[in-house]
């Protein structure tokens, strides 16, 4: 028999943590944090995303080939909104209409 | 022997382990694994790019996506993230099972995530209806007061696309573990091959991480308004 690639253990304190982050998420979001409180939602999202990807779906473990095209992911998806936030963000800092 | 029958012939495990274009085992799940991912990505650009339109909607009115956001049924969208962890946990331990050769343990774990699965389906439905009755139905029935109406409207347009695109993925996901529920059933899946479990399983995890994102965009900026 093979050894499994991660351990119940593992898995078990990866769902507790998880399982405590979207308590967290739920809790600070009763606070009114003004402009932060999506930010902060987004950042608890992305360290849950990241447990779910090291540990559930074994990115930690796999072999270089597949983090580089994890990270491809994400990479895009950041050119993508930021290209695009980059254009509707600065609209109107010039003086010229249209611009 | 038809080129037809070659494709409805039940393959053996051993067949199975090693089909004859990879030089071994393990490069052919490195295979299975890489296409796997790829996909996925093509996913989060799919998502993406729903997000990337919601940032920009939400950028032009803050505070009417703030609006939006407090008529999310919180309660049962909180369940509802702590039943989709769940359903991950008992995927991941799918495939643990999977790994070690507990077949019974895995048939198990397969029926318990899909029971779980279902289960966020019905909340989400029962949201849905909730919002229904609320007469928050954008474009068909959708009542609000506040000057800021239509672009509270816009938010639900977001909410009832994004959420309905991730519940059609679960519902993609409920049939994709059907078949490997069926798979197991048949012997198909060993301790030397259970990549479908795993595959099975990184789609699964997926549609996990969508919803938290979801969570996070849809239901938190508004809370602190209740």
Known sequence: MKEPVVSIRTYTLTWLALLALALATTLIGLLDLGPFSMGIAILIATAKAALVVAFFMHGRYESKLVRVIIAAGVIWFLIMISNTLGDYITRGWLPFPGK | ?226
Request: aromatic share 16%; proline share 3%; glycine share 6%.
């Open chain 2, 1 to 226: 022997m038809s080129k037809l029958d070659s494709v409805f012939e039940a393959k053996s495990p051993r067949q199975l382990e090693l089909r004859e274009q990879f030089s071994t085992p393990d490069h052919q799940r490195e295979t299975a694994m890489v296409g796997m991912w790829i996909f996925l990505i093509t996913e989060v650009l799919l998502f993406g790019a729903l997000f990337t339109a919601f940032t920009v909607y939400r950028l032009s009115d803050p505070q009417a996506f703030d609006l939006g956001s407090k008529d999310m049924e919180i309660v049962l969208g909180s369940v509802n993230t702590a039943v989709l962890i769940c359903s991950s946990f008992t995927m991941a331990l799918s495939v643990y099972f999977a790994e070690t050769g507990n077949q019974k343990m895995l048939m198990l774990f397969l029926i318990v995530t899909m029971f779980i699965g279902a289960v966020f389906l019905a909340i989400k439905f029962t949201e849905y209806h909730a919002h229904y009755l609320d007469h928050k139905v954008p474009a068909f029935w959708f009542e609000e007061s506040s000057p800021h109406a239509a672009q509270i409207e816009m938010f639900f347009v977001f909410y009832f696309v994004m959420t309905g695109l991730h519940a059609l993925h679960m519902m993609i996901g409920l049939g994709v573990l059907t078949v490997l529920l069926f798979r197991t059933a048949i012997g198909s899946i060993t301790t030397e091959y259970h990549t479908p479990i795993e595959v099975g399983g990184l789609y699964w995890h997926f549609i996990d991480i969508v919803w938290i994102y979801l969570y996070a965009i849809f239901y938190i900026p508004g809370l602190h308004l209740k």
